[in-house]
């Protein structure tokens, strides 16, 4: 009897010692919204693709804590309607964190479910205003950002005279205001905007615009949008024969569109960009490191790095970073103020800094001006980070 007792209590001790060690082998789920059908289902599998890759990475190197990193995906089919609906969904579950969606429209529909006590939304769009402070974050570099590097590049190459064209949907919108505010700013006073020219996403053409445009004798164009209609703005151009260094969203830097669009490329196309297409631009250390860390874990899943993946992988590795520093039961105020305060983290889009960039921790100083050259199939830096010369001196 007492044998058989000493045999219970020994089982007890055993089940009781084992039991948290099950508990730590426990997956963390990271719930991401993603585009993964309809319209932008090309930025929402690219995004996918890039999260899967990340999460194999780090459960190679341990987790968070021991315990396996598990991305859950949910489908928004690219409407903000759908997207509000999954975000309720996992608030009603109380989770601490909401990863994308993939669009700004998606975005900017959830953000006001997470204003005053979370969960922490980081969106997978850069388009958008977040509140400083606040539980919304988003990706990559701001508009503002993209556009002040830009201007900045223009007037150093001595490019005076600039034409524009917007598609007139919430993206275009946001990046003329920007450039606007840039070329507002007293150190580009000398740059005069010669014409100002608009289209929307489902034109056929703009032929008509870009004959306006080359009649007004810009020494440069910003023409702006993503996808398709991008490509319905450099035929415009090169349907008249209009030949200007062009700047155009980095949203268009991706294999599939690089490669469907090549005979409509500008001849001098420019991108603002980030630090892994800045080939010939000074890097640090730490940032070559994460690039090269960011390239390895692609290429073993048969993947290539471009904006869009580019563009999952450091709010992730951010979000991640956040739960190894304070452990995996991290409330979603805790999350929020930790990010808030990051200074210093090196990411594969450079150092980050939400003091500097609230909400979004990096800015014009994190990007590059960038030429796409078709016969390398490669990016080559025009300017160091922040958009002067580079070797100016």
Known sequence: MKKMHGLVLSLIAAISLAA???????PYVINTILSLTGNIAFVGSTQMQA??????QVNAAGGIKGRPVSFAFSDDQSSAQTAVQLAHDLIARNVPIILGSSGPTSCGAMAPLVADNGPVLYCLANGGDPVPGGYEFFTLMSYESQLAVAVRYFRERGYHRLASIFATDAGGQGAEKALQAALALPENKSIELVSQQHFTTGDASTSAQMAVIQGAKPDAL???ATGGPAATLFRGARDIGLDLPTVTSPGNLTGAFLKQYAPLLPPQIIFPAVPYYATGAPTDTATKAAVAKL?????????????ISISAWDPAMLLIEALQTLGPDAS??????????????????GVYD???APQRGIGENNVVMVHWDVQ?????ALSNFGGALLNAK
């Open 354 to 356: 939400f003091h500097a």
């Open 332 to 349: 979603a105020a805790k999350i929020r103020d930790h990010l808030v305060n990051l200074k210093g983290w090196t990411g594969a889009d």
């Open 51 to 56: 999260l899967k890759a990340l999460e194999t």
């Open 20 to 26: 948290p060690t099950a508990r730590a082998a426990d």
């Open 376 to 380: 390398k199939n490669a990016g080559v």
């Open 222 to 224: 910003v023409a702006w």
């Open 295 to 307: 390239t390895s874990a692609l290429t073993a899943a048969g993947a290539e790095p471009d904006m």
